[in-house]
Structure formats: C-alpha cells, structure tokens
C-alpha cells in the first residue's frame, strides 16, 4: 500500500470512528493525531519518499489531518449541544411554585397616610415639629385662647395626669411652643398621637393621631389657607377634589371653618362613602387668633397666620374603606399585610 | 338648640324656603344645622270623629262596633271596630281612616274583626307617639277622648287639631354663640342670612294696677358682685297654677321641654325664646321676705329640685332667703321652694351670673342644666329684663296670676360698651377678598352692630366680638366662606423638610419593612398590671409610670415606660387568630416620669420587634446587625445578659457601642412570660433605644480605597468547652494577627459523641492582609503562630489535631 493510499485509509477509518455512537474523541484524536498516532506513524516514512512526491504526500497528509480535526470539532460541538439540551430538560422548574425569598413587612396604613400628608406640606417648604404627648394645661389650652373653666373644655373630654398636666386632646399645642421658639415666618406641620376620654367603639378611640399646620407671616391671607387647604386636598384625595369652607368657631383661630372636601368616591354625586352628601368632612382651620399670636409673642398687627388640624385616623379610614378603627390598633397581620 | 320652625314664624318669615335650603344657607353663614324633624309626618290619615252609635260585636265579648261621622273626611258614616273599653256613643276621638299610616311604621288597612268589616281604627295616645303632656288632662290609657272642645273639629286632621305639625331644626351652636341659644338669636341669623327684616317684640305688661307694689314683699341683695351682675325680679299674686295652652305646651315639646304647668313652661319658654334661663320661686316659701346673692358657706347643705342632696362651699353662688339656699345661682332650684299646684305668689327671677363660676358649681354638683349650659357661656345682662317682663307678659297672656307693680333690678356695673376700629383695607387684605366699605357696614347693621364713622359698637350680646378678626369673620360669613379665591403665599419660601433625625426614623421604617417586619400601632397608655405580666421586679424604676388621674379603665391608666408588653400582647393576639410566621415592629413612646412628678416626663422612642414562628435567636439578631448597619454603627458588641427577668437567661444578649453605650436588649423571651401570653413556643423580642441609637449613629459615609495586594487566609478548628463564646475566641484572634487580620469568620462549629460530652469543634478562617504588599508565607506564619500561641495562652484552646 502506498503512502498516499495509507493516509486515505487512515482519513476514512478516522472519520468513521468519529462520526461512531459512543465515540471517545479524546482516545481518537490520540489514536490517530497524537504523537504516537497514526498518521505521526504514516508521517515519519515521509523521508523515503522522492523529493517528487514529498509535497505531494505532504500536502494529502495536512489534508486528511485538517479534516479529522474539523470532524472531531464537529462532532465534540454536536455532542456538547446534545449535553447541554439533556441538561436544560432535567432542569425544568416549576414556576408555580412560590417564590422563597423573606416577605416584605408593611406599613402601617396610619404611619403611611402621615407620611404621605408630611409629603404634601414638605413639598409646600413646611417642615415638622415634635412635641410632647405629655403636655401642661398651659400649652394645650391657656396659650391657645381656651383659658381654665371655659366651655370649649367640654368639647374635648380630657386626661388629666395632674392639675398643669395632661394627655394632650390636639396636637395645636405644639403651635405655642413653636412660637415660643421661633420667629415668622413659621411654616410647620406637627403630626402626633392626641388623646380625649372617649369610650373605643367602631369611630372612636382615646388615643387618635392629628396633623397640624401652622404659617405665620407677614401678609398671610385667609385666600392663602384656601389654596394651601386645595394644594393639599388634590394632593391627597385626587386633582379633581374640591374643597369647601363652613363657618365654625375654634377658641384659637378666627375666622374658623370646618373644611370639607368633594367626596373622592363619587365626585360629589353622592354615595354611601359620603352620606349621600357628596361632602366629607375632613378638617378644621382658620386664621390664627390675635391672642394667640401675642401669647406667642408675636405683634398681630404686623404679622398674620392661619392653622388647620387633621384627623389621620379618619383620613385613613376614608381612604382605604376601614370600616373600624380599632381594626388600626388590633394589629392582625391580615390586616397589615394589606397595607 | 332645637328650633320650631312655628315658632320663628313669630319673628321671621322664611316659609316659602324650602326647608332643606334653610339648613343650608344657616350653616354656610355659620349656625350649623346637625338635621331636621318634620313632626307629625308619621301620622297620615288620622281625623276627629264622633261616635254616634255603638253595639257590641255579636260574636265577641270585648269588641264593639262603632259608627263614626268623620265630618268631610269621609262620605257618610264609617264602621269601626274597637276593643278599647272607655269608649262611649257620642265620644269624639281620633279615627286612622284606611290607609292610614300611624308612628312606628304601622299601617291601618279596612278589614274584619271576628267577620265585621272594620273601616279604620280608634287611636290612643300611645299609637300616635303622644303623651299626657301634650294633652293634658286626657286619660292616658285606652283611647284618647278629645271632648266637646273638639266638636267643631269633626273631619280635621288630628296634626291640625292637637297643633302637631311643625318642623323642628337642630343646630349645633358653638359656645361663643350663647345669644344664638335662643329663638330670637336664631331668627337674627335667619333674618340677616336671608335678607329679610327681623320683626321684634316688645313685651308689655299691663300690671295689677291695684295699688300694691314689689316692694310690700320683697327686698334683693346681691352681696357678691364679682359672681352676680345683674339680679331682676317680678311677683306674681293670684297664681292660678293649670296646664299651658296647646301652643305652648306644643313649642316646648318642639324644642325638648317636657310641659308642666304654666308657671314653669313660662319659665322655660322665656329661655328657649330669649336664651336667659329664669327661676320661679314660690314666695311663700321665701323666709324673711328677702333674697340674697351670697355664696354658699362651707358644707352648707341643699336639697335641688330633683331632690338631690348637694354639699356646698363657698366658691358656689346660692339664692338665699334670710335663712336657707333656695336656688343654686344658675343651675338649679331648690326643692325648698319649688312651685306646686297650691303655689299662691311667685317671684320670677332674671339674673346674670358669672359664666366660669357657674360652669364650675354645675360640674362640682354634677347637674349640668339648660340654665347653666346657657349661663357658663357668658350671657347679655341686658337681655335680663327684656326676658323677666315678657315672663309676665305671657303670664297675664295665659291669666296664670296678677303681676305685682314694680320690678326690683339690682344692676350695680353696667356692661361697658366695646369700640372696634372699621379697618376696611386691613380686613380686605387679611380675608383675601375686595369688599366696599358700604357691603361691610350693612352686613354689620344687619347683625346690630352700631356703626359710628370708624368706630364698629357690637350689640351687648355679642361678647364674642372684641377685635378685627371677629369683625371680620361676620363679614366673611355672610359674604361667602367659599367666596374666597384660594391663593399661594406670598411670602418669605421656606426650606421644609425632614430633619437628619425624623429621616432616619423613615429610612429605618423602610429597612424594617424590607427585613420582612411588619409596624404596628399600640396605644401609649396601659394597665399598670402590664408590669407584672413581664416580670418586671418589683423594685424596677420602670414600674414608675405617669398615672392618669381620671383614666377609661385601669387598662388605660398608666403611660407606658416599655412597649414590651404592647408588643406581647399584639403577638399573642396573632397567634390566637391562627397567624403564622408573625415578625412586628413598633417604634414607639415610652413615658419616663419626672423625679418630682411637677416636670413634664421624659418621652422618648424604643424601637420594639417581636417575632414568632419560623425564626430563632440568630434571626433576631440578624435583623438587629441590619439596624445597626443602616446607623452605620461599627464593633457594636453582642453580650450575654441575664438581667432581665422577660427574657430567656441563656438566649439574650445586650448590645453595646465600642464605647460601651447600651443600644439596647433581644433575645427569646422568657418561657414563663410567654406561656403568661399564651405561647407554647419560643418569642423572640427586642427593645432598642431609637434615641441612643441615633445618638451613635454615624451619618458621615467615607468610602476607603479597594485592596490593591491579594489576601491570604489560614483556617483553624479547635476543640473547646460549650460555654466557651465564639465571640470570645474571635476577639483573642482577632487581636493576636493585629493590623494583618482583614476578617475573621466562623465557618463551621460540630458537636458529637467524637469530640467529648460538653464539648464543641469550632472552625474559623483568619483572612490577612496588608495594605502596602502581597504578604509572604513567612509573615503570614508568624501571624499565625502568635494567634495560636496566644489563644492556647488565654483560652487554653489547642489547635485541633
């Protein structure tokens, strides 16, 4: 058998072994390209050869190697690919199983819905004010234009810890000490628990959260409690929310006004949400008394204010449907979880 | 205040406005309507009729069958039926003619009784929603028999003829309106809300005429001005005590008075309709034919109308006789001097007291009254009279008695006049509004204000109208609240915000959620009994609490000093409702009292988590290293702590800042006080201090430069005793590679027959790097050498064979 004859003998076997069920290409390739392989073997009787037929053989000799070794290429990418296919299939999910990461925790629509109202009056250049719960008589009432044994007192059934302190029944009581404290212009909120000697039932609870709001500055106008009251309402409730002013009387503002808002649910049409009214009301507000102000130590002639308070137990409670407030203190986390 | 809208009528015409416009238009211009009552509108078809024959049903021994003439309100004669016992032929009474609808959602359709048709159906007080009061005199039971008075009245409808229809209004007035708790006040509101004139009454007595006068029975003092401005009197002689006429008695029970003879209903009446409550004594009662103003004495004694016996003291103002309290100034008669059906003289009293002192004698007593609901809002006391002269008007009105000539009026300080400045622009520019001068001058007549040149002189009965604001809010309320445009502020911008610190709360908030923690909301107040059920020792500081003095409940009665308990109670409700996997968190106010109870306390916030379920003591501490990474606190350090009686001995750590700050506790709670919560499995708690916490926390972000040498590490297992802490080891090893050591980990801890009953195998890896150089093998021996030279030396721990 000639050389030539040999390396196509060679190249065929070779390419049917690789091209074998089973094959064990590593064992091919040293079998027949390895340093002891086969066409290595065929190879080193090259120098018998006549200078003639060296390139010649040569030549068919890098042939049949560049083809095995595209063959062995071929085939190990084939034999990877059909790996990789078994692999994929025996490890299919089932992705209706569920997930396994920790749950989120959730907020708690009271803290949520006063983080929202912060939002609003934070974006109004308000910012917020603490102050005790645990309050004297003097701040949450005398400095607020409600002096001993008036009658407003009974509006706002009151804890008393002794006779100069108590359980503050709003949170205005952090308008005094503002105005101790700081000179106009004031722009401040002041969200926080409040507490009134009320029975709990579906609506009432003795420990309820206000916000309240207080601008004192030169040129304040009731027009400008209006549009901060309407900024606010269609911040909260919707773009389209309307707001509208009933007289009222608070001991320290004056003009007071009751505010009510168009109802969100239905637009003022009315529905079960508002009573049929197609209004809800939502807060209290009004220019800051003259005598507040001056207890404050603050010239009402030059200079001008209004407040509002809020109820975000009710908020809350309008918003997501909460038939019950003690549904905010029980803390089943069924109900949390909703939030 | 409930008004009857009959009764405005006296005053105002509104009665081509429809009634549920009325409300409206009074709560925008600020008497706030609560809602209205159409009276009678439940009684439909009910008209006078007369029995004119009646047999007995012949298949009954209790029914008749009557044969009423319902005049034209019905075609000829109708056939009732009836069980009632007091009815009688010619009996005039009220006949439910079918369909007729009566109180209570009843219906009366015709039908049989027993086989006789029945045409209706006779009514009783009761049936009708009425009782004696308003017709009395009447037999209360069985039906109501009208009498011959009402024989002209045949076929009227039976609203018509007891007067039943009217509409009443209840309005919620605020206290600095005590003027608008009256029917005048109310219809000034309606006249200047509406536009339309307000037609007062002058009253007009005519007198006895007969020569005697006030002063043969009666002298007044008033011997404590500073609680009594003003006092009035009137007598009455010849009193004829009877009922009061239907109108009357009708009025009263419009506005919730209870009628009860004509002295007291005049009484009430001239309240209702003037707002300035009166007393009526009978004069026979009255020792020494004098009254004085005096305050009560220490302990003196009184017996009030309701028969209730009250101990005085002086800071109470008393009618007195020459010997004994006979009224409490204000608040309530005395049952000494009470009118009865024998009363023979009255003396009608018309005083002002002091608002406060009245307020405060009515609480002491416990009798808050119409009288002194009125009186503590700081009445008009020259509304006094006015209201004592139109008591006698109705009493001549009614021919109750003979009104004695004289009136006695003690009135030693007249009110002074209040002067406030008409500043047209300044009110314009405060409101936000443009209003002409004339628009405010007569919205300001229109409520009685005097208006001279820049001077506005409030009635005396607007006490509440004392500066511009007030001037303005009457302005405004007339004009229109909601005509007001909205507007920005023009004013100096603020920065607002959040400062560092209520951030913070915020981000943590966010980072508990993310920790799979849930935030609760507990109330701040507690039973004191909350204590014991945490096991706090009975000499703990903490079981000092601020106590409220007039708590809900003992529930309620102490201000929290930990949230612990609040925490343990909303986690065995959870568990109670089935709730699995439960992981909470609140941060929530504690009340620190004050050495001397005098200060306010000290409130602060301490971040409480709880969790049960699928966690254990590591998960716990988990969430705590998360917190104490968001603060950016570094080498806090982890102590086993066995001080708090809550919590589990063994299963509870104290953390510390690296300068020894106590941050706070965690660890498993106690079983005995998670059994006293109702759990059977292990609870896991934590309280940490927000405001230390913040405190040390570190806002300043400072970022180092990334490694630029590789590191090498060295891993070491070692056979120890149980009690030994891993943190103990870590610290020897930490200390011993000095600046070399980057980490050091656990990686592995066994424990197991092989290695020894109370023993453990615990596995570390040491990573080492310097900042300036790839380490050689040498020096990373020599560091490993001194580490386990020093940890056989200080621990006695060997390397593991």
């Known amino acids: 058998m000639s050389m030539k004859e040999n390396l196509e003998q060679i190249r065929s076997e070779a390419l049917a072994a690789i091209a074998a069920d089973g094959a064990d290409l590593e064992a091919l390739r040293v079998k027949y390209l390895g340093k002891k392989g086969e066409l290595t073997a065929v190879l080193r009787g090259m120098g018998q050869l006549t200078p003639e037929e060296r390139p010649v053989v040569g030549q068919i000799a890098n042939d049949v190697r560049a083809d095995i070794e595209e063959a062995m290429k071929t085939r190990k990418d084939s034999l990877a690919a059909e790996a990789l296919e078994r692999r994929l299939k025996e490890e299919k999910l089932d992705v209706t199983m569920p997930g396994t990461a920790s749950k989120m925790g959730h907020v708690h629509p009271l803290n949520l819905v006063q983080r929202d109202l912060e939002d609003i009056f934070i974006g ?119 707001i509208r002013f009933r007289p009222h009387h608070f001991p320290f503002t004056e003009p007071s006004a009751e505010v009510d808002i168009s109802c969100f649910a239905c637009g003022g049409k009315g529905c079960r949400l508002c009573k049929n009214e197609g209004w809800i009301e939502i807060l209290g507000a009004g220019m800051v008394h003259p005598h507040v102000l001056e207890m404050g130590g603050i010239d009402p002639t030059v200079y001008s204010g209004f407040a509002f308070g809020l109820g975000v137990e009710r908020i809350a409670m309008l918003k997501y449907h909460i038939d019950d407030i003690r549904h905010l203190y029980e803390n089943d986390v069924r109900f949390l979880s909703q939030f | 205040m409930n008004l009857s809208m009959k009764w405005l009528a006296d005053y105002v015409d509104v009665k081509d406005v429809d009634i549920r416009d009325y409300c409206e238009k009074l709560t925008y211009t600020g008497s706030k309507v609560e809602g209205f009552e159409v009276l009678g509108e439940d009684i439909v078809n009910v008209v006078v009729a007369r029995i004119v024959k009646m047999e007995r049903h012949p298949d009954s021994d209790h029914l008749f069958i009557c044969q009423m003439d319902c005049g034209s309100a019905a075609e000829g004669i109708q056939q009732i039926v009836t069980g009632a016992q007091n009815v009688f032929e010619g009996a005039i009474v009220p006949a439910a003619l079918p369909v007729a609808h009566l109180p209570g959602g009843v219906t009366i359709k015709a039908g049989k009784l027993r086989g006789v048709l029945s045409n209706g159906m006779l009514c009783s007080f009761g049936e009708m929603n009425l009782t004696e009061h308003d017709c009395p005199g009447k037999e209360a039971d069985g039906i109501l028999i009208l009498g011959e008075e009402y024989a002209d009245k045949i076929g009227m409808d039976i609203r018509e003829a007891l007067d039943l229809s009217d509409t009443v209004v209840e ?62 009197a009137r007598v009455v002689k010849n009193v004829r005590i009877a009922p009061s006429p239907l109108w009357m008695r009708r009025r009263l029970r419009a506005a919730g008075v209870r009628p009860i003879n004509n002295i007291v209903d005049i009484t009430n009446y001239v309240m209702l309709e003037y707002g300035q409550p009166m007393h009526a004594f009978d004069y026979s009662m009255l020792e020494g034919a004098s009254i004085r103003v005096r305050r009560a004495t220490d302990g003196e004694c009184f017996k009030s109308l309701d028969d209730m016996d009250h101990v005085l003291d002086s800071s109470m103002l008393v009618i007195a006789d020459e010997k004994k309290a006979c009224a409490l100034a204000g608040v309530m008669g005395g049952a000494n001097s009470e009118i009865k059906d024998s009363t023979a003289t009255v003396v009608f009293e018309s005083a002002c007291f002091l608002g406060s002192s009245v307020r405060v004698t009515a609480k002491k007593n416990k009798m808050r009254t119409e009288s002194s609901a009125r009186f503590e809002k700081e009445l008009d006391p020259n509304n006094a009279l006015p209201a004592l002269q139109r008591a006698c008007e109705l009493v001549e009105m009614l021919g109750a008695g003979d009104v004695v000539d004289g009136i006695i009026d003690c009135y030693p300080t007249h009110k002074p006049e209040v002067r406030i400045p008409l500043e047209v622009e300044r009110m314009n520019r405060f409101l936000g509004v443009e209003l002409s001068r004339e628009y405010m001058i007569s919205v300001l007549e229109q ?160 971040l409480t988590l709880g969790m049960y379920g699928d966690v254990d003591f590591y998960a716990m501490k988990g969430v705590i290293e998360n917190i104490l990474a968001l603060a950016r606190i570094q080498n806090a350090t982890f102590t086993a702590y066995t001080e708090d009686p809550a919590y589990h001995p063994g299963r509870t750590a104290r953390v510390l800042t690296e300068e020894g700050v106590e941050l706070g506790i965690f660890g498993q709670i106690h079983p005995l006080v998670a059994a006293e919560y109702g759990f059977n499995q292990p609870v896991y708690c934590a309280t940490i201090d927000f405001e230390a916490l913040w405190a040390n926390a570190n806002t300043v972000i400072d970022y180092k430069p990334l490694p630029k040498f590789p590191a090498t590490t060295r891993d070491f297992s070692f056979i120890c005793p149980e009690d030994m802490e891993v943190g103990t080891i870590m610290a020897v090893m930490r200390k011993a590679s000095g600046k070399l050591v980057e980490n050091v980990a656990l990686f592995d801890i066994y424990r197991g027959a092989s290695i020894g009953e109370g023993n453990k195998s615990v596995a570390f890896r040491v990573t080492l790097r310097a900042a300036d150089k790839t380490l050689t093998v040498e020096e990373a021996d020599k560091a490993t050498k001194k580490t386990l030279k020093d940890l056989e030396f200080k621990l006695g721990l060997k390397l593991r064979a």
């Not at chain 1, 003795?206 to 606010?232: A, C, N, Y």
């Not at chain 2, 809300?193 to 007969?210: C, I, W």
């Not at chain 2, 986690?571 to 009292?593: D, G, K």
């Open chain 1, 124 to 242: 109004l250049g308000f910012s917020i004010e603490e102050g005790p719960e645990v309050e004297y008589d003097y701040y949450n009432f005398q400095a607020l234009n409600i002096p001993e044994d008036h009658p407003a007192r009974d509006t706002q059934d009151t804890f008393y810890i002794t006779e100069k302190m108590l359980l503050r029944t709003q949170t205005s009581s952090v308008q005094a000490r503002v105005m101790e404290n700081q000179k106009p212009p004031i722009r401040i909120i002041s969200p926080g628990r409040v507490y009134r000697s009320d029975a709990m039932d579906a609506t009432h609870s003795p420990l309820f959260h206000q916000l309240e709001g207080l601008v004192i500055d030169k040129g304040i106008t009731m027009g400008d409690l209006r549009g901060t009251l309407d900024t606010f309402a269609k911040q909260e409730f919707g773009s389209d929310t309307r």
């Open chain 2, 171 to 232: 309005f919620e007035i605020t206290s600095n309106r005590p003027d608008c708790l009256s029917v005048i006040g109310l219809a000034r509101e309606t006249a200047v809300s509406f536009g339309r004139p307000l037609n007062l009454h002058t009253p007009e007595v005519k007198g006895a005429n007969d020569g005697d006068k006030i002063e043969n029975y009666l002298t007044v003092g008033i011997e404590a001005p500073d609680l009594c401005y003003r006092y009035a």
């Open chain 2, 447 to 606: 409520l009685e204000c005097r208006v001279e040149g820049d001077v506005i002189i409030p009635p005396s009965f607007r006490g509440d109208l004392l500066s511009m604001n007030d001037i303005a809010e009457e302005i405004i309320r007339i004009y229109g609240y909601n005509e007001i445009k909205a507007t920005y502020m023009n004013a100096e911008t603020t920065q607002g915000g959040r400062n560092p610190k209520q951030a913070f709360e915020v981000a943590l908030d966010r980072a508990l959620y993310g920790m799979g923690m849930d935030q609760i909301q507990t109330f701040s107040f507690i039973s004191p009994k909350f204590y014991d059920r945490i096991r706090m020792p009975a000499d703990s500081p903490l079981r000092k609490s601020v106590v409220i003095s007039n708590p809900l409940g003992e529930d309620t009665s102490v201000m929290r000093t930990t949230a612990l308990p609040s925490m343990l109670e909303v986690l065995e409700r959870n568990n109670n409702f089935s709730n699995e996997n439960v992981r909470l968190f609140e941060n929530a106010t504690v009340y620190i009292p004050s050495e001397s109870g005098e200060e306010l306390p000290t409130e602060k916030k301490v």
